[in-house]
DNA sequence: GTCTATATAGTGATAGAC
DNA sequence: GTCTATCACTATATAGAC
């Protein structure tokens, strides 16, 4: 694997630990056991670095969230999939926490694949919403596109409330309680 | 307004702005123009300004959210009043956007007015939903401790979307869907 | 491509005069 | 109580040798 490699993947794991405020370029050299002029060399800058990483997390996010919504079962399995979906809680998202980040916010590059890839999200479960619909497995009176940014929002909340706390169980409940929700519409 | 009053104010702009790694002593001492020994009389340290500015900032929080659960009205009324309560989106929650900061959620003393803050919120809605199910407002099947808790994570989730967006229509599409999720338990 | 040296500014705090 | 001075350290680079 090359340096620029080891330095992408570095400030990735920094980035989803301490958010773009809270990484120095120094701590993402270390972690790549790369010198100063060596991550200069490959990249412009702090900026640049952090972008080609949150590029890379937004894409693996994007990738694990498809293979849940594409599983076969219904729309409400597939929805539930995703939502009861294996994480590392306490982590935090990798994408969604970089959201509240004073110089990612304030940066229309940094924040462009956040927004996709909530927009993605929730295209995505409208969609399998859609579907539900017309296969007669949710009854009407459901606006598909705001209760998929809702379902979207609930997961994201739910990392809120567990960090907050310290407690998994937080995550859990919130996420047991947009299911709770989503089953009330069920036929 | 004394100096230590000042200072407090200050922290809780620039830690609503900038979060607790983002924001220095210096730029607080600034803002509420005083020097740099006299935030060191009045405080211990950054972290000790930090904990009173955040707990100011929940307990604000709470009595604003506490206008709209004892309002009058049903219970999905005031819930409905809650969430959809003015808001300054884009400047995200003064108080759920410190749960990711690495220093906060690190220190059980920074973090314990954020788990006290949603712990409140949550149990709030929860009582409502209960009265709601009693008073027949509600159907069967719902369980108001995971409804609640996935209500409480949609206004937080609302805030990344729109921060992640740069847009307040997020905010709002998301807040709209848990609104309609709860509508479908309406009897 | 990688390394070391250097630079400017900021961080978080202490010391001691006023 | 407030001010200025000072401090050791880190942040984010740039310069130039190898």
Chains 1, 2 share one sequence.
């Not at 340096?3 to 993947?9: D, F, G, H, K, M």
């Not at 399995?77 to 969604?96: F, K, M």
């Not at 459901?142 to 310290?166: E, F, H, I």
Request: with cysteine; charged share 25%.
């Amino acid at each position: 694997m090359g340096t620029a490699e080891r330095l992408i993947e570095s400030a990735q794991q920094l980035l989803w630990e301490r958010g773009y405020v809270g990484t120095s370029p120094k701590a993402i050299q270390q972690l790549a056991g790369a010198g100063q002029g060596s991550m200069y060399h490959h990249f412009a800058g702090k900026p640049d670095l952090a972008l080609q990483a949150i590029r890379r997390s937004a894409e693996e996010l994007r990738a694990q969230a498809e293979e849940k919504f594409s599983q076969p079962g219904t729309a409400y399995e597939r929805i539930a999939a995703y939502l009861l979906r294996e994480r590392d809680v306490l982590r935090g998202c990798r994408v969604g926490r970089l959201a509240h980040d004073p110089e990612v916010a304030g940066s229309p590059a940094l924040r462009e694949p956040l927004g996709e890839t909530f927009a993605y999200l929730r295209r995505r479960i409208e969609e399998l919403l859609e579907e539900g619909l017309e296969q007669g497995e949710f009854v009407g009176g459901m606006v598909p596109a705001d209760v998929a940014a809702a379902l979207v929002a609930v997961v994201q909340g739910a990392y809120v409330l567990a960090q907050s706390a310290g407690s998994v169980q937080e995550f859990e409940r919130a996420v047991r309680g947009g299911l709770n929700l989503l089953a009330a519409y069920t036929a």
